[in-house]
């Protein structure tokens, strides 16, 4: 009699939501999240964290899982350990659901999330919502798997990078700005090339503000205000990208994004991922921005730039970078200002200006 193999049940994604309204989320990060993922390890895989805001401001932990495994082990000791970390350490900020509900409405928007945005869940509470691939944006499996496997393989780092802000070894926005020079000298060079995406979206930024000209002044005083240093930061990241200077958080960054983009390729150059998906809808910009309109004049740009993989690898390498910076702490309202001030610093030492370069480029090709 030939007997039937077992079946083998199939991982699949799962997702853990930890609702902590406090904005300060080191500390749970380090003493509730990695506690646990390091006591699921052998039960999940491509475990990760993200930040998010919809239904309350909160944490969330992607995983995949068997079905079993996820019944019998993972969803109650993740119920049990995060439990008694909120009952202990809970959250005490004082947030009104229906001040932030206009600016959650306006995140859906940019980020097509279609998910409800009311009522919050109640704040130091867990729940096991199911897990959102937003393939509706992403627009393919494969880039999906691409998202998560990087974000799995940068959470290590989050964790060694938020031990070293809470030890005093690491300064949070210095970091983060270390990280966004490092990734323009590494992606485009030189980095009076790669800065670009970052002076374009902080103008995107300012394009959607009320009054961009109060908030440009307001960003450059703080790069007036720390122009040596971060002159200085524009230098030392060039030789930790040359290898001739160590930051081991930096540098295990950048071996991550040389590895995501050498996974990205192929993928662009076979069509199997695009981007496409991921641009804005249904926002309109209130001001318009003159570098790109300019741009817009010829063809050429799309088709010589965004349209071409080296392209592609750097866009998708610079929405993972934003990513990691959030996951350690950035907010975008911050992010945003450090882009201005990388884009400030690369700017006046290299005498470049944007609206100049992008008039050069399209009277270059007519």
């Not at 079946?7 to 609702?19: A, D, F, L, T, V």
């Not at 995140?107 to 937003?134: C, I, K, M, S």
């Not at 081991?248 to 050498?262: C, D, F, G, T, Y």
Request: proline share 6%; with cysteine.
């Amino acid at each position: 009699m030939t007997r039937t193999p077992p079946h083998r049940e199939e991982p699949g994604w799962h997702s853990i939501q930890i609702r902590y309204h406090a904005e300060n989320k080191d500390d749970l990060i380090l003493d509730a999240v990695h506690p646990l993922l390091t006591a699921l390890a052998d039960a999940v895989d491509q475990p990760h964290l993200l930040r998010h805001w919809r239904r309350g401001p909160h944490l969330r932990i992607n995983l995949r899982t068997t079905p079993q495994l996820w019944a019998e082990v993972v969803r109650p000791t993740a119920q049990r350990d995060l439990t008694a970390y909120l009952h202990d350490n809970p959250s005490t900020a004082s947030l009104r659901e229906a001040e932030h509900l206009a600016a959650h409405r306006r995140l859906a928007v940019r980020e097509a999330d279609h998910g409800p945005l009311t009522p919050w869940y109640p704040d130091n509470t867990v729940q096991f919502e199911p897990h959102e691939d937003r393939q509706h944006v992403l627009g393919s499996p494969a880039l999906a798997g691409l998202l998560a496997d990087g974000y799995a393989r940068s959470t290590a780092l989050t964790v060694d990078t938020l031990a070293g802000v809470r030890s005093g070894a690491v300064d949070r926005v210095g970091h983060a700005l270390d990280l966004m020079f490092a990734f323009g000298h590494l992606s485009v060079p030189p980095i009076s090339r790669g800065y670009m995406s970052f002076r374009s979206h902080v103008e995107s930024f300012l394009g959607y503000t009320a009054d961009p000209d109060a908030v440009r002044s307001t960003f450059d005083e703080r790069y007036h205000r720390h122009r040596p240093a971060l002159r200085d930061r524009l230098h030392t990241t060039r030789a930790i990208v040359a290898g001739s200077r160590r930051d081991p958080l930096v540098e295990a960054w950048l071996e991550i994004v040389r590895r995501q983009k050498a996974l990205a390729e192929p993928l662009f150059t076979s069509g199997a991922i695009d981007l496409d998906h991921l641009d804005q809808r249904g926002m309109e910009l209130r001001h318009r921005i003159e570098f790109h309109d300019i741009l817009r004049e010829t063809t050429a740009h799309r088709r010589e730039v965004l349209s071409q993989v080296w392209f592609r690898c750097h866009r998708l390498a610079i929405n993972q970078l934003y990513s990691h910076l959030s996951r350690i702490g950035i907010v975008p309202t911050q992010r945003y200002l450090l882009c201005h001030l990388v884009a400030r610093t690369v700017e006046e030492e290299y005498d470049i200006s944007p609206v100049a370069l992008a008039r050069q480029f399209v009277n270059d090709r007519r």
